[in-house]
C-alpha cells in the first residue's frame, strides 16, 4: 500500500521531476520488500508459525534467531533501510539528480505528513527486526527478569532506531545503479 501512496504523490503533483522520483521510489520500494518476504518465509518456516506470539515464543524455546539466522539479520536490515529510505538508500530524497524526490512539490502539512509516514516506518521496522530476530520483549538474560517486558521491548526498538541514525551518519549514498544491483 505505500507504494500505491508514494506512486500517486508523485502523479499527483503534476510534475514531471516528482514523477520520476516516485517511479524510483517504488522500484526500491518494491526490490527491497522481495527480500522482507522471502526472509520472513524463512522465519515462519523456523517457528512453524507466522503468528507474532508464535515466533516469539518460539524464540524463547530455541533462543533467538540472531545466532542461527545472521546472515538473515543483516540482510533484514539492509533491506529495512532501502524500505524506509533511510540513508545511504534515501534515494528519493536526492536533491542534485531527482529535485527532492516525489515531495518535491509538497509544503506545509503535505510535507510534514510525508516525513511523519517515514518515521512510523522506521519504528515499525525496528519492531519488526526485534520481533523477528531478538526475542520480541523476552529478556536476554535471567537475571533480569524483575524489569518490565514493555521497557525491554522499547529499549531494543529504540536501540534499532539508533541504529538508522547511525548507519545515515556514517554511510554515503549509493547511485541508483548501486542500489538495485544490491537489491
Same mark, same amino acid.
Given at each position: 500500500m505505500g507504494i500505491f501512496g508514494v506512486m500517486l504523490s508523485g502523479w499527483s503533483s503534476n510534475s514531471?521531476?516528482?514523477f520520476l522520483g516516485s517511479l524510483r521510489s517504488a522500484a526500491q520500494m518494491i526490490s527491497y520488500e522481495v527480500s522482507i518476504g522471502l526472509i520472513l518465509v524463512i522465519i515462519g518456516i523456523c517457528s512453524g508459525s507466522l503468528n507474532i506470539l508464535s515466533i516469539v515464543f518460539a524464540q524463547q524455546q530455541s533462543g533467538w534467531y540472531i545466532l542461527p539466522l545472521f546472515p538473515l539479520v543483516f540482510i533484514f536490515f @539492509?533491506? $529495512? &533501510?532501502? #524500505?524506509? *529510505?533511510?540513508?545511504p538508500f534515501d534515494l528519493p530524497e536526492a536533491e542534485a539528480e531527482l529535485v527532492a524526490g516525489? *515531495? @518535491? #512539490?509538497?509544503s506545509s502539512i503535505t510535507f510534514a505528513l510525508f516525513f511523519l509516514g517515514e518515521y512510523? *516506518? $522506521?519504528? &515499525?521496522?525496528?519492531t &519488526? $527486526? @526485534?520481533i523477528l530476530f531478538f526475542g520480541g520483549w523476552l529478556c536476554p538474560v535471567a537475571y533480569f527478569n524483575f524489569i518490565p517486558s514493555e521497557v525491554i521491548f522499547a529499549t531494543k526498538i529504540i536501540f534499532f532506531c539508533f541504529m538508522f541514525i547511525l548507519v545515515r551518519a556514517s554511510f554515503p549514498r549509493y547511485r541508483y545503479d548501486q542500489l538495485m544491483s544490491i537489491g
Open positions: 514531471k521531476y516528482a @539492509v533491506s $529495512m &533501510l532501502a #524500505e524506509t *529510505n533511510r540513508a516525489f *515531495n @518535491v #512539490e509538497y512510523c *516506518n $522506521m519504528i &515499525l521496522m525496528a &519488526l $527486526m @526485534v
